[in-house]
């Protein structure tokens, strides 16, 4: 299911993670659910208080959307890698969810003191810092090097569907299996075996996925073993940029 719907984005043009994308919409409520908080502090008017609250409902409601976003690219990306910078932005998300709740509730007492919700509206902000930091982790360190323009198909496949645990030809899940000197890259009939039925080197199951022809034609194979023998193998690379 979740690679249908991955198809389909590419298929019309969009082949980047969709989490990225909605995880603005209640980072920046968040945000402004605080500066609110941090006027109604400043005017001791409570007007700013019911704005940020309706904010907050806001941010609450489409963090569901975005969590499920969040988790699909997890899947489809990372393989399902409980990677660190996934653990803690799982940790995060889930305690995003909690403060936003709690905060809300607190919202709803007509008492409430502008100093005790901007503390709380505080808190929520420093979440959604801390989830953008770790997100910025996995997305910048997943760079793939650069290569000339007719590299250029095999690089994209490589970004979608290899660098997530594949930065910069490193393995993240088995650090001592980098893809960089991994032997399958020495031919291209010994690159698609692997892709189609990778194993690990005692013959075993390991945890990358299998990339069946429909999931991975042939000739997007050859694109990306052509990238990959050019960015992690050739020597002297710099010559053709």
């Known amino acids: 299911m979740i690679d249908a719907i991955y198809d389909f984005l590419g298929r019309l043009g969009y082949s980047h993670p969709v989490h990225a994308v909605l995880t603005h919409v209640p980072v920046g409520l968040a945000i402004g659910a605080f500066c609110l908080a941090a006027a109604a502090l400043v005017t001791k008017e409570r007007k700013f208080l019911r704005s940020a609250y309706h904010v907050a409902v806001m941010a ?5 959307f975005v969590a ?23 940790v995060l998300a889930g305690l995003f969810v909690v ?46 090097p650069e290569a000339p323009e007719r590299f250029r198909s095999g690089r994209n496949v490589f970004e979608s569907h290899c ?19 991994a032997p399958q890259l020495k031919n291209f009939g010994d690159f698609l075996a692997f892709v189609r039925n990778p194993r690990l080197p005692d013959g075993s199951i390991g945890p990358m996925p299998r990339f069946s022809a429909d999931r991975l034609s042939d000739e997007a ?21």
Not at 60 to 64: E, G, P, R, Y
Not at 172 to 181: A, D, F, G, N, V
């Open 60 to 64: 609450f409601a489409s963090s569901f």
């Open 68 to 90: 499920l976003a969040g988790i699909m690219d997890w899947r489809r990306f990372y393989g399902g890698a409980w990677l660190l910078e996934i653990e803690v932005k799982m």
């Open 99 to 144: 403060l936003l709740l709690l905060t809300l509730l607190l919202g709803r007492l007509q008492e409430s003191r502008p100093a005790v919700m901007f503390v709380f509206y505080g808190l929520c902000a420093l979440n959604v810092l801390g989830l953008g930091f770790f997100g910025g982790q996995l997305v910048y360190r997943g760079f793939a």
């Open 163 to 181: 660098s997530g645990c594949h930065r910069r030809g490193e393995n993240i899940i088995e650090p001592t299996l980098p893809l960089r000197s």
């Open 221 to 241: 194979c050859r694109q990306l073993y052509d990238y990959l023998y050019f960015a992690f193998v050739t020597q002297k690379r710099s010559e053709g940029l």
